[in-house]
């Protein structure tokens, strides 16, 4: 099947006796059994369901479908992207061991990882990724894994992630690589050599800003590591927000198809006004697109608090990846864990803006953005 088909018949195998077009909502606690013996039966690995916390068919379905998208033989579920991203740390990660990270960092993953970690006994040091002489010195003996991201939030640097993972290979080292921005209808890491990948689902997996969940996807042996510290950290996700991740999921290449198209579009209108700072729209993510999000600095013409003050119709969340385009300010939310030397470095100024771009009609979009860019010129 090729990937548009794949992605709408992700759930087929409808595994009652009576058949429901849809999966139902497996919304319970737990599973019963008939007798001893039955129970038994899910610890000798012959039932999949015993209690909700440690697996539920809607919640595994998320996971499943996700991992097979990205062409990687397992996928695990959980209660956020942060949470995704700790199963596969830590099934990789424990205390005494060290991590590298690029350093651009979506902020929530920053926050994880230079003040969550280093309590668990995990040591993180930050690298410039773009320079793979920068990412070999700072291995060390305790080194175990390289991390980053395959698209980068909000510049959006496209990763070398081959280079990466053969990079860490040569080192005898993992590699993870959070693949929310492209989703597997653009980039699929674990293709080009990631050990494993993870997602906030809460973005284009979900699409419809109406749950919070991540995935992790890897093979087989390191994602049951990943679960089993989701399941015992009880960083689960429901079974309810696991149906609507599904359902969600089904239209994936849809939206991305038209949400990147229509992204194209915004990035060479606002570059041909010629007004702004800068348009970031990247151009080699994928043959299928370059990804739904554009980062404009305003430059010193604009009036940042005006333009958000007239933006119409067009949302001002500290999110992404919904249907409806939406616009979010990297430095005082995303990117307020960031020190502002690091932000400096990197290039997130106070003149960014970052737009989701959604699937209305592509000339809507563009004109919101003039109303709004000729309401704040200074
Ligand atoms: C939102 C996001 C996360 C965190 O996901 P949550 O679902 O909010 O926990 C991680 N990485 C990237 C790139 C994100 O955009």
Same mark, same amino acid.
């Given at each position: 099947?090729?990937?548009?088909? =794949?992605?709408? @018949? ?27 013996? &039955?129970? #038994? &039966? ?12 440690? $697996? ?31 199963? $596969? ?23 994880? !990882? ?20 920068? +990412? ?44 929310? !921005?492209?989703?597997?209808?653009? +980039? ?10 993870? @997602? ?7 699409? @419809? ?38 359902? $969600? ?9 038209? /949400? ?8 060479? @209108? ?44 067009? =949302? ?43 699937? #209305? &009609?592509?000339?809507?979009? /563009?004109?919101? !953005?003039?109303?709004?860019? #000729?309401?704040?010129? =200074?």
């Amino acid at each position: 099947m090729k990937f548009h088909t =794949k992605n709408v @018949h992700f759930q087929d195998k409808v595994d009652t006796k009576e058949v429901s077009k849809t999966k139902p909502i497996y919304q319970t606690s737990a599973f019963s059994f008939t007798d001893l013996e &039955d129970m #038994e &039966d899910f610890f000798q690995g012959k039932k999949d369901f015993m209690y909700t916390r440690v $697996g539920n068919p809607n919640t595994d379905d998320l996971g499943k479908g996700v991992a097979d998208l990205e062409e990687a033989p397992a996928g695990a579920a959980s209660a956020s992207g942060i949470s995704a991203i700790l199963g $596969g740390v830590l099934a990789v990660a424990k205390a005494g061991d060290h991590i590298i990270a690029t350093e651009d960092l979506y902020g929530g993953t920053y926050q994880l !990882f230079a003040g969550e970690l280093p309590d668990f006994g995990i040591e993180v040091s930050f690298a410039d990724f773009s320079d793979h002489g920068a +990412i070999e010195e700072a291995i060390r003996d305790n080194t175990v894994l390289l991390y980053t991201e395959s698209v980068t939030n909000p510049l959006l640097r496209v990763e070398d992630i081959k280079g990466i993972a053969s990079l860490a290979r040569k080192h005898g080292l993992k590699t993870m690589v959070d693949n929310t !921005f492209p989703t597997p209808y653009l +980039i699929r890491p674990y293709t080009d050599g990631a050990d494993l990948v993870a @997602h906030s689902a809460t973005k284009y997996i979900g699409g @419809h800003s109406d749950l919070s969940a991540g995935v992790i996807c890897g093979d087989e042996a390191l994602v049951k590591k990943a679960r089993a510290k989701i399941v015992y950290l009880g960083a689960n996700l429901g079974p309810f927000d696991g149906w609507l991740g599904c359902r $969600g999921l089904k239209t994936l290449a849809l939206r991305m198809e038209r /949400q990147s198209a229509n992204a194209r579009k915004l990035a060479d @209108h606002l570059t041909k006004r010629g007004v702004l700072g800068r348009v970031y729209y990247p151009n080699s993510v994928s043959e299928r697109g370059h990804g739904a999000i554009v980062t404009i600095d305003l430059g010193e013409k604009y009036d940042v608090h005006a333009f958000f003050r007239n933006l119409d119709w067009v =949302k001002v969340v500290p999110t992404l990846a919904g249907v409806e385009t939406s616009v979010t300010y990297p430095v005082g939310t995303s990117h307020r864990p960031v020190p502002k030397e690091t932000r400096d470095r990197l290039g997130v100024t106070e003149q960014m803006v970052r737009i989701s771009v959604g699937i #209305e &009609d592509p000339e809507d979009i /563009q004109a919101a !953005f003039d109303r709004a860019l #000729e309401a704040s010129r =200074k």
